[in-house]
């Protein structure tokens, strides 16, 4: 075991530098462990920042190739032109999004150490080996994906269309296994701590198999289905509104939200399931989710609502009396540990972290009834819904499931707050002592909005142009999936 | 014993992502310097077909490398990152803007699009593997203090660091002219003269940096050249007589064991270096054997190697070999 943490790091720059100078300023001023030190806020913005436009394009990248390998496989069972057409274009999308995804990820493997060095240099050991096993899944979902897409032609269908299932498999092992890391940060396991910081009995199964893994695990997947899910079926609604309503909307839709429709059901289930354990493995987040001050039984459910964290009242909220207590325990009788349980600087932000919990359960309940509208037109009509709602709310479902997916890892991160390893390490602990961590969050924050523009402009670009060509008749002239190679194609694109 | 296992297999990711990491980013060396969109067109065009379907395969050694890193020798990643914060940030930078921007590049159709997500691809590709191979240069020659602050700037602005960081370049370019007389030969496109002809450069190029080393190394970094002159000597002779041996055959036109020879020119010096550094991980402040982890961490990491050797290196040589037959190939659309 390498010498600890605590032992050999020290604290803060150089002799004179702005950051030391303020540090001795307050530490003067106040009790030195009172005040976070000056990096901590841009290293928490950076973190999320990047990683909340990452997960975005990590759901894609892990959904979207059952999306076509789906439509694949229909294509070819159905020997259906359209389905081909659509999995076709599909691979291409995919194409670019899993390219951004995978070097916006490397940018996370970067901050790591960039902002958390302190975690990574006491607790690396730990719980970096579920990410050793991400970094294999990871290698075997490029690999086939890159086989996948640059396949179609010379690849025969049935082999061409296998290369697709290792992509799938690799996808969600990939998610259990970073998400395990992430449940390790809720749930710590597999090590003991000495009094001195010395980390003993290191175990990496049980950090990786911890207490969170399991529904958290399912949780992140089933949301990264929802969203690829919703989000390729609003594009189709989009266009089936615009009067487009043909079997290549028609079908461009049906397939993703239908997977969506699916999962969205037993989403919610495995979400209520999740938020019971947070009830009893982490109660401050709990009491944070669900604005509960002090503790006891019968607590309301408050929907809305917003907290005064030095009187404990909740104003503005419509409040269920009793039923916070029956969801944590079946029975208004269940004891609800509150926030005022723990000093005010072991306590999350808790209105942030209500107020996104109520988005993330108002917005799954909507795409939950909005599953069940289109299960239920689809069983008795056989048909999709004609309401002008539904459409409006499928358009909006990508977005939506979006909003909800990024408001319920607002819920998990910030929910945690103080602490980055729940009650073991606090956040300000671990942050780097690095300056200039501001300039590198405005850095990164240009950067990635040059890449969504640029990601936005791309693929509509490509939408446009099969837009033009979107007659199947000429397709099948001069784009044809799965046909004979001509001799050289003439390339119509002029590299630059 | 383990941690030194543990340690050989992340300096083979290491080697892996210069030499298949490498000649993608050398692919992007080539791009800027291919000349206008007519005249570049051609070179761009095979350039960006051969490394299409691998790079972000290869470019996943780097994630291999870094979770190694960080799960073996939390320590050493740790201090690595808090002194070099400066590279590796711009580098991060450099590995999204060369990604998305040739990802970009193959769906757009308009030429001025195509120029500006091209000329992102290529500038990228040159900047990021300079400021990789300072990294390597600052840990190399000592000057990551462990578990502190080494000087965010003198750390990689300094003769050592520079040198590596300039040859990181080079022996991208190197590998990707290399990689790419092999593509030419293949596709019969009449472009194998035009990248020998780089290939010879680039060898050129990295040989006479190879030159300079001896001497910045024997001033900046006297511990790193004291091992490379002795335990690692042999090393560094073999790959001298393959990056000579490829030098000739190139020059004679033969390309043949030109990829191999290439290969293990740069394969070498890495070892070289890691043996010149041995038993250090971070020189002159921790050896591989005090930087380990928890023993039941390296095993399952051990574990983990030989399920990666089981599923991914086949699947690898798999996608290597479609691309090399020339059955992987973009779509129109």
Redesign the interface.
Known sequence: ???S?QG???VA??AGSLGSMLASWFAASFSAAAQPPPQLLPARMQMAFTLGTHIILACLGVAFPLVVLIANWYALRKDDPVALLLA??WS?VM??V???G??????L??????LW??M???????F??P??????F???E??????Y???????SPKVHLWTAV?VVIAGIGGTVSVVAANAWMNHPAG?TMTPSGE?TN????AAMFNAGTGYQGLHMLLAAYMVTGFLVASVYAVGWMKGRKDRYHRLGFVIPFAIAAICTPIQIIVGDTAARQVFSKQPTKFAAMELVWKTGPNQPEYIGGILNEETGEVTGAIAIPGLNSILAGFSVNTVVQGLSEVPPEDRPPANVVHLAFDTMVGLGSLLLLLSGWFGFVYWRKRDLPKSKLFWLLAAASGVMAITAMEAGWIVTEVGRQPWIVYGIMRTEEAV????GVWI?FG??VT??AV?AL??V??LR??SR??RE?SDLDDIED??V?YGP?HAH?P?????? | MTAEIVAAVLWTGVTAYAIFGGADFGAGFWDLFAGGSQKGAAPRELMDEAIGPVWEANHTWLIFDLVVLWTAFSEVFASVMTTLYVPLTLAAIGIVLRGSGFAFRRVTKQLAGRRLFGATFALSSVVTPFFLGAVLGAIASGRVPLGQHGDPITSWVNPTAFLTGFLAVATCAYLAAVFMVHEAHRNERGLERYFEVRAIGASIGAGLLALVGIYVLSNDAPFLFEGLTNEALPFVIVSAICGLATLAMLWKGMIRGTRVLAVLAVAAIIWAWGVAQHPYLLPGEITIQQAAGAEATMVALLVVFALAAVFVVPSLIWLYRLADEDRLEATEG
């Open positions: 075991m390498a010498t943490a050999t790091w020290r720059g150089g076709k274009r291409k194409a670019v899993f390219a951004v995978a070097v916006t990820g490397t940018v493997s970067f901050e790591m150490g960039l060095p302190r990574l240099g006491q607790f690396g050991d730990v970096g080996f990410f050793a096993v991400e970094g294999i990871f290698f075997l490029a690999i086939f994906i890159a086989i897409i640059y396949g179609w032609k010379r690849l290792p090590f980390l290191v175990d990496p199964m780097t002592d690095a300056e590198s850095v990164f950067l990635y890449v640029g990601t402009v791309v670009g490509m142009r099969w060509t001069t784009d999936p190679r194609e390339h119509e694109s002029e590299p630059g």
